[in-house]
């Protein structure tokens, strides 16, 4: 990256929005500060409401980097909890003219701020991001990151099961140009969840480039259990759905799927149950389906989270398709009153000129 020592590479601010992360943050911060970029680096981490050791241990990673000149960790506060208002929150008591966004159970690989530079550099975008790459810690993990990274369990999200470097529509997590990001404003604190959607949106719609690479990777830890996942999905689900009111066109097939599937196995059990045993061939089918899609997702896995598999699978289709067709029109109006136009750069500097 830094091949000519004269060149000095640009100052990072890595932001963490954290709540009860007592499990991973120390790890995810301990990979940041190991990152193999000779550059100036501060982690600031917005500390949310967490009821668990969350605070204390931040606390620590703040002593410990104290007497470092070129790795310090800072907190900020963010008394609301929310994601969106968390990243602000860093972005504002960051420094640096980039900006790197880590979740507190998310494990950069160590070249990774290096890597992000370089292609920032050499692409000309606003904001780049790679692969969220599911890794568990047992053998239940093991079986949801398994279904993460599937086709049959996320169709053919590029972040999730990788593909070519290029322009996308938005990336996993990212990394800025602060520049950017003081340009749109931050994110908009209504969407609790797509934010990183709605803001790569604002950025591509003022003429910004959003780019994709398989080079930059972040190991994401899964949801424990089934229930913590299926929450998770059930909020993706709902997010999407507000997303396709909020701008439309933004829908695929792929996010039609869950719903489809989850009305299509409802009928067909209803049916089946009321008036012929033939319908029960839908949702037979859909087991039959994820059963032999969880074959290839887990090769190499121990026979107990194969097992498990399957389970995930339904977890992350069923709670996505009800999320998404639940999601009330009440909650998509909020968000698009909220609305923030894009801002482009050359209105931004007429306005700083009047």
């Not at 890595?14 to 911060?29: D, K, Q, S, T, Y």
């Not at 913590?228 to 829908?251: C, T």
């Not at 839908?282 to 039959?288: F, K, R």
């Not at 399957?310 to 009153?337: D, E, N, Q, Y």
């Amino acid at each position: 990256m830094n091949a000519n020592p004269d060149v000095r590479l640009p100052a990072v601010s890595v932001i963490m929005p954290v709540l009860n992360e007592e499990r991973h943050l120390r790890g995810a911060v301990q990979a940041i500060l190991a990152q193999e970029y000779a550059g100036e680096m501060e982690v600031v981490i917005a500390l949310g409401p967490s009821t668990d050791r969350t605070d204390e241990i931040a606390a620590e990673l703040v002593a410990e980097t104290a007497s470092l000149k070129s790795k310090r960790v800072h907190t900020v506060p963010n008394p609301t909890g929310r994601t969106p208002a968390a990243l602000n929150a860093a972005i504002n008591a960051s420094r640096h003219p980039i900006v790197v966004r880590v979740d507190g159970h998310g494990m950069l690989s160590p070249n990774y701020i290096a890597t992000a530079v370089r292609l920032l550099e050499e692409t000309g975008a606003q904001n780049v991001g790679g692969i969220m790459h599911a890794e568990g810690e047992n053998d239940w993990e093991h079986a949801v990151a398994a279904a993460m990274t599937s086709k049959i369990g996320v169709g053919n999200a590029a972040f999730h099961t990788g593909g070519q470097a290029g322009p996308a529509e938005t990336v996993y997590l990212g990394v800025f140009r602060r520049e950017a990001l003081e340009q749109q404003g931050g994110y908009n604190v209504e969407f609790i969840r797509a934010q990183d959607w709605e803001l790569n949106f604002r950025i591509r719609e003022a003429g910004g480039l959003i780019w994709f690479s398989p080079e930059l990777k972040v190991s994401y830890r899964p949801r424990p259990s089934v229930k913590a996942l299926a929450k998770q999905y059930k909020d993706y689900g709902r997010w999407r759905h507000v997303v396709a009111r909020y701008h439309e066109g933004s829908i695929n097939l792929r996010y039609l799927a869950p719903p489809t599937a989850v009305c299509a196995i409802a009928a067909g059990t209803l049916v089946g149950a009321l008036l012929t045993p033939w319908s029960f061939v839908v949702p037979g089918g859909y087991l039959a389906a994820i059963l032999l899609g969880s074959v290839p997702a887990g090769k190499g896995l121990p026979l107990k989270a194969r097992l498990q598999i399957p389970v995930a699978l339904a977890t992350m289709h069923m709670s996505w398709g009800w999320g998404f067709l639940t999601s009330p029109r009440s909650l998509a109006k909020k968000v698009i009153a909220s609305r923030r136009p894009a801002v482009r750069a050359d209105a931004d500097a007429d306005a700083n000129a009047a």
